[in-house]
């Protein structure tokens, strides 16, 4: 199983991008999809969630209302009202088991990783 990430790019505060994470192999659709970033010098942080089983959504707080996780057979990211605190390398990560709620946010409880696409923002 690969993930993909493509999407990121130099946006302007106040600006949107979408990003996109495609699978191949074998799917996830009864699992847990998330998107993590990862700014210089700070540890790993989820940005947003899915589990397909229920499809349920997380969202950590910073980007409430800004961002929105989706999916079809590819899973994305929109983001809108950037801010250049959202500069980071954001990663797709997914999970063939529907994790429970306590563990969705928790980078290691994904399997699998996909290359990081570099988002930043210019304020």
């Known amino acids: 199983v690969q993930l993909q990430a493509s999407g990121g790019g130099l946006v302007q505060a106040g600006g949107s991008l979408r990003l996109s994470c495609a699978a191949s192999?074998?799917?996830?659709?009864?699992?847990?999809m998330g998107w993590f970033r990862q700014a210089p010098g700070k540890d790993r942080e989820v940005v947003a969630a899915?589990?397909?089983?229920?499809g349920k959504k997380y969202y950590a707080d910073s980007v409430k209302g800004r961002f929105i996780i989706s999916r079809d057979n590819t899973m994305y990211l929109q983001m809108n009202n950037l801010k250049p605190e959202d500069t980071a390398v954001y990663y797709c990560a997914a999970t063939r088991r529907g994790l429970i709620w306590s563990t969705i946010s928790t980078a290691t409880a994904y399997d699998y990783w996909g290359q990081g696409t570099q988002v930043t923002v210019s304020s």
């Open positions: 899915l589990r397909s089983g229920d």
């Open positions: 192999g074998r799917t996830f659709s009864s699992g847990t």
